[in-house]
């Protein structure tokens, strides 16, 4: 059993900055693999980021160069750093490991 725990998020103006916390517990002996997705409204959930080890990240192509996805094993949490936020943003997000899900943290992107 995983327990996936998300925070951080909230309102922010077009170009503003956020970062997101996942914190998890349970049995999770690895940080490999976790990933953070979205689902905006009327929308499918849709991958963002993934961390596989410490220095190999993938991103997709939409948040690529905005979004960077990172870890602390000592905390047991993957964050996401979003910059340069836009209005398409504007989602629930969500991460992910393996098949656990987390209940997911709304990020507005508003003026």
């Known amino acids: 059993q995983v327990q996936l725990v998300e925070s951080g998020g909230g309102l922010v103006q077009p170009g503003g900055s956020l970062r997101l916390s996942c914190a998890a517990s349970?049995?999770?002996?690895?940080?490999?693999?976790m990933g953070w997705y979205r689902q905006a409204p009327g929308k499918a959930r849709e991958w963002v980021a993934r961390?596989?080890?410490?220095?190999?990240?993938d991103y997709a192509d939409s948040v690529k160069g905005r979004f960077t996805i990172s870890r602390d094993d000592a905390k047991n949490t993957v964050y996401l750093q979003m910059n340069s936020l836009k209005p398409e943003d504007t989602a629930i997000y969500y991460c992910s490991y393996k098949s656990w899900w987390g209940q997911g943290t709304q990020v507005t992107v508003s003026s």
């Open positions: 961390i596989n080890s410490r220095v190999t990240t």
């Open positions: 349970g049995s999770i002996f690895s940080l490999n693999g």
